[in-house]
């Protein structure tokens, strides 16, 4: 079965840096398209980046854009986000995605806090 396994969260201060990782299983890695969103306490998730399957097309979201990057390693089946150069309001619980015909996968999340 297709499974995600967000790690790499922890708590910074503000300006620093941390590097998530997705590790998944379950399905053709190289074939898919991945996502990472968030969900920050009160709010709705929102998406943050996206990376094709060859990771050769990637797009950020503007409040993101600059200062994260989506990366993945097709031979490790790991997608991942490096984060720089944070602020207190990117403090959320990090998810990865990916879609499976008409049904969307999600990992656990790992939290990211960042103080001020």
């Not at 390693?73 to 008409?102: H, I, R, W």
Request: aromatic content about 10%; some cysteine.
């Amino acid at each position: 079965q297709v499974q995600l396994v967000e790690s790499g969260g922890g708590l910074v201060q503000s300006g620093g840096s941390l590097r998530l990782s997705c590790k998944t299983s379950g399905f053709v890695f190289r074939g898919n398209a991945m996502r990472w969103y968030r969900q920050a306490p009160g709010k709705e998730r929102e998406w943050v980046a996206f990376i094709s399957s060859g990771g050769t097309i990637t797009n950020h979201a503007d409040s993101v854009k600059g200062r994260f990057t989506i990366s993945r390693d097709n031979a490790k089946n790991t997608v991942y986000l490096q984060m720089n150069s944070l602020k207190p309001e990117d403090t959320a619980v990090y998810f990865c995605q990916v879609t499976q015909g008409n049904h969307d996968y999600w990992g656990q999340g790992t939290q990211v806090t960042v103080s001020s």
